[in-house]
């Protein structure tokens, strides 16, 4: 008898370790997969089972969540969603999440490891702490000077603080709120796909996801590869340059807009925007050097990140001359998007370093105590000291004496350049206005703030865009309010006088960015 008790201990004994190796496999082994698995929806239930932390904007969460008394249970919301939505993207049940509600979801959700004294605790009990918040760098006063400056046209505006790379504005228009995605219901659905069906593309990222030529913009980088090159020594010299100017190669000219650019001074030159003179510096330069160039600045950076994903902007390293000279004026195939063109005037503003730009300040639990920070870092050294001072000269000229004076501030001194990009078959679709700047305030060390608008649909006769009648008062508007200089209201909206001082109203339009400048004939801005 003791031996069949012994036996059946033993059956036993078998049987349990049995159970606990396969408890062992399911937990461990196949946990993850499991978890993956879309039958699934103990995630989902635990995801949606407690409130989502906060993304914070000036010390105020921009970010809620509301209980619904579902199975999942709270859906998130947003305040002024369509002001931050190029920001927070959005987090739906249904369609997953985008933005800082993608790249931070371990720190709103509660997964994240950081958020935990016992990390490793909560792997084996599943627990999950509260949501964290996400504290940006946006300064609410300068991404609503931006916001309201666009209105209802199409485009963006990027704002960095030099020293630093923190991002201080960062706006798409048009927009949409973030919180009609929110929930499980049909009117998810359907307003999932009246937003992706809209012409005007309002979940389009404008400010690091669309890329436009620069145009006359792009002149700060010729200019800096002229100068650090020694192709310019002096910028008050005779640049040698013809009006008309005919593209190597081809029996096709390229002409100004404005009067004087026939063997302008660099200095005259940048604050009139003579394309000829610029797509000749930039045949001197050579392919070779202006490629560096534009990279130093952060062309064709495939990595950057803010912490979402920027589209690389656009410097071609194989072109013939003809190709070279209309991308050193910004066209051909040489694009950037409003974030690039942003941190291009913060090199010219911050001595000719290149910072790292940056969306999250620092991560914090749901205690208050900070569990992650991020501090500024240097990308790259995109021109000498020497160089970056010459050049913050040369845009306080375009504003005090040249096409930018719509962005000029009493009590500040502000650099800037105008940029009137066309594009489309045949030069016909509607010019796009750029304007980049700077501003530091006569009272301070150095400058504040460093910004980039693009307005695609000005609203303009074609003949009278510029970026100094439409996007320059909008970049006003910014630095202002990122001074502290606004009032309240102000007139970024109203677009300004078309042109800037001496009535130049078409400043800077160049050629067709689909050309290759071998046909005969004669490219004549618009």
């Given at each position: 008898?003791?031996?069949?008790?012994?036996?059946?201990?033993?059956?036993?004994a078998?049987?349990?370790?049995?159970?606990?190796?396969?408890?062992?496999?399911?937990?461990?082994?196949?946990?993850g997969?499991?978890?993956?698995?879309?039958?699934?929806?103990?995630?989902?239930?635990?995801?949606?089972?407690?409130?989502?932390?906060?993304?914070?904007?000036?010390?105020?969460p921009?970010?809620?969540?509301?209980?619904?008394?579902?199975?999942?249970?709270?859906?998130?919301?947003?305040?002024?969603?369509?002001?931050y939505?190029?920001?927070?993207?959005?987090?739906?049940?249904?369609?997953?999440?985008?933005?800082?509600?993608?790249?931070?979801?371990?720190?709103?959700?509660?997964?994240?490891?950081?958020?935990?004294?016992?990390?490793?605790?909560?792997?084996v009990?599943?627990?999950?702490?509260?949501?964290?918040?996400?504290?940006?760098?946006?300064?609410?006063?300068?991404?609503?000077?931006?916001?309201?400056?666009?209105?209802?046209?199409?485009?963006?505006v990027?704002?960095?603080?030099?020293?630093?790379?923190?991002?201080?504005?960062?706006?798409?228009?048009?927009?949409?709120?973030?919180?009609?995605?929110?929930?499980?219901?049909?009117?998810?659905?359907?307003?999932w796909?009246?937003?992706?069906?809209?012409?005007?593309?309002?979940?389009?990222?404008?400010?690091?996801?669309?890329?436009?030529?620069?145009?006359?913009?792009?002149?700060?980088?010729?200019?800096?590869?002229?100068?650090?090159?020694?192709?310019?020594t002096?910028?008050?010299?005779?640049?040698?340059?013809?009006?008309?100017?005919?593209?190597?190669?081809?029996?096709?000219?390229?002409?100004?807009?404005?009067?004087?650019?026939?063997?302008?001074?660099?200095?005259?030159?940048?604050?009139?925007?003579?394309?000829?003179?610029?797509?000749?510096?930039?045949?001197?330069?050579?392919?070779?050097?202006?490629?560096?160039?534009?990279?130093?600045?952060?062309?064709?950076?495939?990595?950057?990140?803010?912490?979402?994903?920027?589209a690389?902007?656009?410097?071609?390293?194989?072109?013939?001359?003809?190709?070279?000279?209309?991308?050193?004026?910004?066209?051909?195939?040489t694009?950037?998007?409003?974030?690039?063109?942003?941190?291009?005037?913060?090199?010219?503003?911050?001595?000719?370093?290149?910072?790292?730009?940056?969306?999250?300040?620092?991560?914090?639990?749901l205690?208050?105590?900070?569990?992650?920070?991020?501090?500024?870092?240097?990308?790259?050294?995109?021109?000498?000291?020497?160089?970056?001072?010459?050049?913050?000269?040369?845009?306080?000229?375009?504003?005090?004496?040249?096409?930018?004076?719509?962005?000029?501030?009493?009590g500040?001194?502000?650099?800037?350049?105008?940029?009137?990009?066309?594009?489309?078959?045949?030069?016909?679709?509607?010019?796009?206005?750029?304007?980049?700047?700077?501003?530091?305030?006569?009272?301070?060390?150095?400058?504040?703030?460093?910004?980039?608008?693009?307005?695609?649909?000005?609203?303009?006769?074609?003949?009278?865009?510029?970026?100094?009648?439409?996007?320059?008062?909008?970049?006003?508007?910014?630095?202002?309010?990122?001074?502290?200089?606004?009032?309240?209201?102000?007139?970024?909206?109203?677009?300004?006088?078309?042109?800037?001082?001496?009535?130049?109203?078409?400043?800077?339009?160049?050629?067709n960015?689909?050309?290759?400048?071998?046909?005969?004939?004669?490219?004549?801005?618009?």
């Amino acid at each position: 008898m003791t031996k069949y008790i012994r036996r059946a201990a033993a059956l036993c004994a078998v049987l349990l370790v049995a159970l606990l190796v396969n408890a062992a496999r399911v937990q461990v082994v196949r946990g993850g997969a499991y978890d993956d698995n879309p039958a699934n929806r103990r995630q989902s239930i635990a995801r949606y089972g407690q409130p989502r932390g906060d993304i914070l904007v000036g010390g105020r969460p921009v970010t809620g969540s509301r209980d619904t008394g579902e199975q999942l249970r709270y859906e998130r919301t947003y305040t002024d969603g369509p002001l931050y939505a190029p920001v927070t993207g959005f987090a739906s049940q249904v369609y997953g999440r985008t933005s800082l509600e993608s790249t931070e979801d371990g720190i709103l959700s509660g997964t994240d490891p950081m958020l935990s004294p016992l990390p490793l605790w909560n792997d084996v009990t599943r627990a999950r702490n509260p949501g964290g918040q996400v504290v940006t760098t946006l300064d609410p006063a300068a991404q609503r000077a931006a916001y309201e400056g666009l209105g209802r046209r199409r485009g963006a505006v990027a704002a960095i603080q030099p020293s630093t790379g923190r991002i201080l504005a960062l706006v798409s228009t048009p927009s949409y709120d973030p919180g009609l995605l929110s929930g499980t219901g049909t009117a998810v659905t359907d307003a999932w796909r009246r937003l992706n069906a809209a012409p005007d593309k309002p979940m389009l990222n404008r400010a690091i996801r669309q890329t436009y030529p620069p145009g006359s913009t792009f002149k700060v980088v010729t200019a800096a590869a002229a100068l650090e090159t020694g192709v310019v020594t002096d910028v008050d010299d005779s640049t040698d340059s013809p009006d008309p100017y005919t593209l190597p190669g081809s029996t096709t000219w390229l002409t100004n807009e404005t009067e004087g650019c026939a063997d302008a001074s660099l200095r005259y030159a940048f604050e009139w925007s003579c394309n000829t003179v610029f797509a000749k510096l930039g045949v001197d330069v050579g392919l070779r050097d202006m490629t560096r160039t534009a990279a130093a600045f952060g062309f064709n950076d495939k990595k950057l990140r803010i912490p979402f994903l920027a589209a690389p902007s656009n410097f071609d390293t194989r072109l013939d001359r003809a190709q070279l000279a209309l991308s050193s004026i910004g066209q051909f195939d040489t694009r950037a998007t409003p974030l690039q063109m942003a941190m291009v005037s913060a090199a010219v503003a911050s001595g000719g370093t290149v910072k790292s730009p940056y969306l999250v300040e620092r991560r914090k639990g749901l205690d208050g105590m900070t569990v992650a920070r991020t501090g500024p870092r240097t990308l790259r050294q995109a021109m000498s000291p020497v160089t970056a001072a010459r050049m913050r000269r040369l845009m306080t000229d375009v504003v005090t004496d040249g096409t930018g004076a719509n962005a000029a501030i009493p009590g500040a001194t502000v650099g800037g350049k105008t940029g009137t990009a066309q594009h489309g078959i045949d030069n016909l679709g509607l010019p796009y206005a750029w304007f980049i700047s700077w501003a530091q305030a006569d009272d301070s060390l150095q400058p504040a703030v460093a910004v980039a608008v693009v307005v695609e649909d000005a609203a303009a006769d074609r003949g009278d865009i510029s970026g100094g009648g439409d996007a320059a008062p909008i970049a006003r508007s910014v630095m202002e309010a990122v001074l502290g200089f606004r009032d309240g209201g102000g007139d970024a909206g109203g677009g300004g006088d078309a042109g800037g001082a001496g009535g130049n109203g078409n400043e800077d339009g160049s050629d067709n960015g689909s050309g290759d400048g071998r046909h005969g004939g004669r490219f004549r801005p618009e």
